[in-house]
């Protein structure tokens, strides 16, 4: 892993939300960690502007594109138009000087370009042959994802870059590869590279596509519409492109006697890191945030502390940015914030809700249930569904989260938004119903 300049890294801090006061005995503290990056270089301007670097370097970045040529891609034919256009637009966005190759996936994967196990470095005369290759891309055969993923490891590594960024999209459901196949693939990826998942029209998976943006720390999205995907994949390799430090990690220390309930990152999007941690030295902790340009995002933390008597005031963690290196070290980034826990007999302080928890709680819980609204829906537990869905619906308004609320009332007839009273709509489109689903963890930023 490269060492970063402070010239090319943007500057990062640690921001702590929280009520510190416990009652007595109590024991769970939360808080929201915001961690923040700016000034590092010129986050989605137009491509071809200044961009900052370590002297004496090119764009440090390499980027795989794959794209879906199974059959399915051919009906309707659109589909692999968009994608031929899609790719073309991604290629265009491509800042000179970085690494990328091109790989055409079926139940196997194809490189279109540059072919023989390279990568190419992007200039206008190889995003031009790009192009030109993109005429390769036909529908035919099956799909097995893993493959695919395994191939832009392989491509990917070839180079000594520190941003290593996958983008994939797929038609259909990953029928030539058993589901462990897959997860073996994404588990070796993992931590490698980071990467971006679409999927388009709506005859593949939800759950397929959302698990391989979570499991490599990326986005997933539905494009229903291909005439869409250029815009969509153009807008990927802008934010891509804006990316300048790889691998950061949320190092939580905690002291004797405490332990971490769970992490996750609640904005831009919910994703859980509890599982992911990965053991830093004596009672600490790292949880992976893949990469990162000019960009914040939140961070919902859970402490349980030792129960204490009133008055007692103790530090429940500390957290760091940090950027494991190969040979064990770590950089650190130098932003620091720290979680506190003060016991008092004060009642009013004691079960005050912090806003930014509070918020943040309510926006894990929305993406919760409108999961379990839909997974009852399609059992066809008419009541359940309706139950969660109303509670979505209440959240969504009770949020300011006017992009789902405007997604459920595609599946359901609003009542009365406040109280939580829908009824289940007879007729839903599907392509409304999967962008609800795929859509589900997006939150909106608590105002603070």
Not at 383 to 390: P, Q, R, S, V
């Amino acid at each position: 892993m490269a060492n970063f300049s402070k010239s090319n890294v943007p500057q990062f801090s640690v921001d702590v939300y929280q009520n510190e006061y416990l009652h007595e005995g109590g024991r769970e503290v939360n808080a929201i960690i915001t961690v923040s990056a700016t000034g590092g270089g010129t986050i989605g301007s137009a491509v071809g502007a200044p961009h900052l670097y370590t002297a004496g370097q090119g764009p440090d970045a390499a980027v795989a594109i794959m794209v879906d040529c199974s059959g399915s891609m051919d009906y309707p034919p659109t589909k692999m138009r968009g994608a031929r256009d899609a790719t073309a637009a991604a290629i265009d966005a491509l800042r000179d000087g970085v690494h990328f190759a091109v790989i055409g996936g079926t139940h196997i994967a194809k490189e279109v370009y540059p072919g023989n196990g390279r990568l190419a470095i992007a200039d206008t005369a190889t995003r031009d042959q790009a192009k030109q290759a993109l005429r390769k891309l036909s529908a035919g055969g099956g799909t097995a994802i893993g493959t695919w993923l395994r191939l832009a490891d392989r491509l990917l590594s070839s180079a000594e870059v520190s941003i290593r960024h996958g983008i994939l999209l797929t038609d259909g459901r990953n029928e030539h590869e058993s589901p462990e196949d897959l997860k073996a693939a994404l588990d070796s990826c993992a931590g490698r590279f980071t990467c971006d998942a679409r999927g388009v029209g709506t005859d593949w998976e939800v759950k397929e596509v959302t698990g391989i943006a979570s499991a490599l720390l990326g986005t997933a999205d539905i494009v229903a519409d291909p005439a869409a995907l250029s815009a969509d994949f153009t807008q990927m390799m802008e934010t891509a492109m804006g990316k300048e430090v790889a691998d950061v990690s949320l190092r939580l220390w905690t002291p004797v006697g405490t332990a971490i309930k769970f992490v996750k990152q609640v904005a831009p999007t919910v994703e859980e890191l509890t599982d992911r941690r990965t053991e830093a030295g004596p009672r600490a902790g790292d949880y992976p945030t893949g990469s990162w340009g000019d960009e914040s995002r939140d961070y919902h933390v859970c402490v349980e502390v030792p129960s204490a008597e009133v008055g007692r005031e103790m530090l429940a963690a500390r957290v760091s940015l940090v950027i494991p290196q190969g040979d064990g070290s770590v950089q650190n980034l130098g932003a620091q914030g720290l979680v506190r826990a003060v016991w008092t007999d004060d009642m009013a302080a004691s079960t005050s809700i912090n806003p930014q928890v509070a918020h943040y709680t309510g926006q894990a819980e929305l993406a919760q249930v409108i999961q379990q609204g839909l997974d009852l829906r399609k059992s066809g537990d008419v009541d359940g569904a309706t139950a969660k869905l109303g509670r979505a619906v209440q959240l969504a308004s009770a949020s300011g989260n006017a992009d789902t609320a405007k997604l459920l009332a595609k599946v359901v007839d609003v009542v009365d938004a406040a109280a939580g009273t829908v009824r289940l709509k007879a007729r839903v489109a599907e392509a409304d119903e999967m962008t609800l689903e795929t859509r589900s963890t997006k939150t909106v930023r608590v105002k603070k």
